[in-house]
């Protein structure tokens, strides 16, 4: 309904857009015919028709935008509001079963550990949103030698421990030692952030791939692989926008906020580096790519 | 035992849900997607608890499926929305009543039974329960007037229409005198001075089923220049 509202919306503002750009050029041949035999005149009127429909068009290339990204902005707000609230449901609910019933010992720890499952799903929410904030403000990384080895690493158990994995189902193959400039938190942030992605969107069967190498001896990668359900050409820039969360049915099968992937990009760019997907297209699996530039040899 | 149908891809949540709503005494099965749903629901369930943001059909579009289909189940949506146009949404698309999350577990359990005790009623007004069984029973024997039929402990004796409405009458008047005239009237609907004795032989026949032993009946007593009288 609301979708079907923002379409007439942005449809309309694009009739109105040319509407407009034809009584310009209306009134235009009017002026013609008006002042044919006065040239400086004519030469008025083509400038300030130009500018007239330049306005035009932007005006409406601005509003259609604006739409746009009033609508991406409330599927965010809906998206982050299922995602706090949810894992908040759920703690309730089972504190409130605690309380109520007597519920015998091995239902009890079970009870336990769903709730801190969902504490960390809770926490992870709110340190994505937080984040977002703090990349968006200010443009300064704190610059420290990070060794990018034991940051994947430490993402990795992370990870594991996170979504209950199998050391098969999260592969990692480090390639050499390398060190990069920048904030070890945010760089943990990033590849974090392209892990859990990977596994949240293989569905039931995780099979994630992660390799670091090195790249003419001036770039340090991080690749992340999934055999999951791949991304059609279109979508491959699309996705590291803020908010965005490419649409279809796996944007409501798979929960998250559309920020992950903007935060691998700031991050990536705040630190002099680059971010990117590949994919031979649907249903074909997906590679995230961060790469950043390696710390200076005197740093290291 | 009422059949709840909940539909939640929280796997956590549909867990908690499932606990807690077996605790209560209900038959609980979870499923994930709308599509599930929509297909699991014509299996004879009480009640269905749905969630708004599903894979697939999300939860406004499952309610007015299933509303379009004529499938009226008691229905409560359960979600992370709760702006009013969220709400206005879920009960114009037929939803019954709408909780959002974090809900309150006991107001949950009060809503569904409030759906359960709507639902028992409805059900009542529309199938009246049938009406009590028109019989009567004393000691080990009892009379079932619709059916005509008389047991005396294991034994059963068919009635004649005019057997069972003699006995019918002295049964009304328990316990009193009824003279053979009355009986003739209100039973039969004679007004003439018609031979009495005709009520005699029904008696006699009634006393063969009823009576342990009719000669010395216990409960169709004779009154002497009267007619007759029952007793239990």
């Known amino acids: 309904m609301v979708v079907a509202g923002r379409r007439k919306s942005i449809a309309f503002f694009i009739a109105l857009g040319a509407g407009l750009i034809l009584v310009t050029l209306l009134l235009y041949i009017g002026w013609v015919l008006l002042n044919w035999r006065h040239g400086i005149l004519l030469f008025l009127g083509v400038i300030l028709t130009l500018v007239l429909i330049g306005g035009v068009v932007l005006n409406t290339i601005f509003l259609v935008r604006e739409i746009r990204r009033n609508a991406q902005h409330d599927a965010f707000i809906n998206a982050v509001t299922h995602e706090l609230k949810t894992p908040v449901a759920s703690i309730r609910l089972y504190l409130e079963t605690l309380q109520k019933r007597s519920v015998e010992e091995t239902k009890r720890q079970e009870f336990y550990r769903i709730m801190l499952d969902d504490s960390d799903r809770l926490l992870a929410t709110i340190e994505q949103i937080l984040r977002t904030g703090r990349i968006g403000h200010s443009s300064r990384v704190a610059s420290s030698p990070v060794d990018l080895g034991s940051v994947v690493e430490h993402c990795l158990d992370r990870a594991r421990k996170l979504h209950h994995l199998e050391q098969g189902s999260l592969e990692y193959q480090p390639g050499p030692a390398l060190t990069v400039l920048g904030d070890p938190d945010e760089v943990g942030a990033a590849v974090s952030n392209l892990i859990d992605n990977a596994v949240k969107y293989s569905g039931h069967d995780v099979k994630v791939k992660v390799e670091t190498s090195e790249v003419d001896g001036r770039f340090a990668t991080v690749r992340v692989s999934d055999k999951g359900p791949g991304i059609p050409k279109a979508e491959l820039k699309q996705i590291f926008k803020r908010f965005y969360r490419a649409p279809g049915p796996l944007a409501t099968r798979v929960k998250g906020t559309g920020l992950g992937l903007y935060i691998v990009r700031s991050v990536a760019k705040r630190h002099g580096g680059r971010a990117w997907a590949e994919s031979d297209g649907p249903g074909r699996g997906s590679t995230f790519v961060l790469e950043l530039p390696i710390a200076p040899r005197g740093l290291k | ?232």
Request: aromatic residues 8%; without cysteine.
């Open chain 2, 1 to 232: 035992m009422s059949k709840v149908l909940v539909v939640e891809d929280e796997s956590h949540l549909a867990e908690g849900l499932r606990f807690n709503l077996e605790a209560e005494g209900y038959d609980v099965r979870v499923v994930e997607t709308g599509e599930a749903a929509l297909e699991a629901v014509s299996n004879g369930f009480d009640v269905l608890v749905l969630d708004v943001m599903l894979p697939g059909k999300d939860g406004f579009s499952v309610m007015s499926e299933l509303r379009g289909k004529g499938q009226f189940i008691p229905t409560l949506m359960l979600t992370a929305r709760n702006h009013p146009e969220d709400v206005l949404k879920g009960f114009e698309a037929g939803a019954d009543d709408y909780l959002t999350k974090p809900f309150d577990l006991n107001i949950l359990i009060a809503r569904i039974r409030g759906l359960l005790r709507r639902k028992a009623w409805l059900t009542a007004a529309v199938n009246p329960a049938p009406p009590p069984k028109d019989r009567f029973v004393f000691g080990d024997k009892s009379v079932e007037f619709d059916t005509l039929q008389l047991r005396v402990g294991e034994n059963v004796f068919p009635l004649t229409l005019m057997e069972a409405n003699v006995l019918r009458y002295l049964i009304e008047h328990e316990g009193k005198p009824v003279s053979r005239k009355n009986m003739l009237e209100n039973v039969w609907g004679l007004h003439e001075d018609t031979d009495t004795r005709a009520i005699d032989n029904f008696i006699v026949r009634l006393r063969r089923y009823l009576e342990n032993d009719p000669s010395r009946p216990k409960h169709l007593l004779t009154v002497r220049g009267v007619g007759y009288r029952f007793v239990k």
